[in-house]
Nanobody, 114 residues
Framework: VQLQASGGGLVQPGGSLRLSCAAS????????MAWYRQGPGKERDWVAS???????QYSDSVKGRFAISRDNAKNTVYLQMNSLKPEDTAVYYC?????????WGQGTKVTVSS
């Protein structure tokens, strides 16, 4: 089973992007789906999580601008990013957690620049 992240790219400040992360195979019992990001020269930081019951959590840096959602039937998690800022520039990684442990996607690059 692999996680495939997509949707990154170059966007101007104030713009929007939607990231997707889909599992290539069947994964049962996913409890948490999450997004992390790693900016240039920085450590990987948690961005947002969505639990199997629909509960969502966000880091303070993205609260009110980003929205995480999931399609359980497709084992896919999304990250809608609005009002993007240059400091949002990073490689974004998805992660899923369940009885199988934790799986990471390969990352998709987001660059916010004019």
């Amino acid at each position: 089973v692999q996680l495939q992240a997509s949707g990154g790219g170059l966007v101007q400040p104030g713009g929007s992007l939607r990231l997707s992360c889909a599992a290539s195979g069947s994964i049962l019992g996913i409890r948490v789906m999450a997004w992390y990001r790693q900016g240039p020269g920085k450590e990987r930081d948690w961005v947002a999580s969505i639990f199997s019951n629909g509960l969502t959590q966000y880091s303070d840096s993205v609260k009110g601008r980003f929205a995480i959602s999931r399609d359980n039937a497709k084992n896919t998690v999304y990250l809608q990013m609005n009002s993007l800022k240059p400091e949002d520039t990073a490689v974004y990684y998805c992660k899923v957690v369940g009885p199988f442990g934790a799986l990471w996607g390969q990352g998709t690059k987001v660059t916010v620049s004019s």
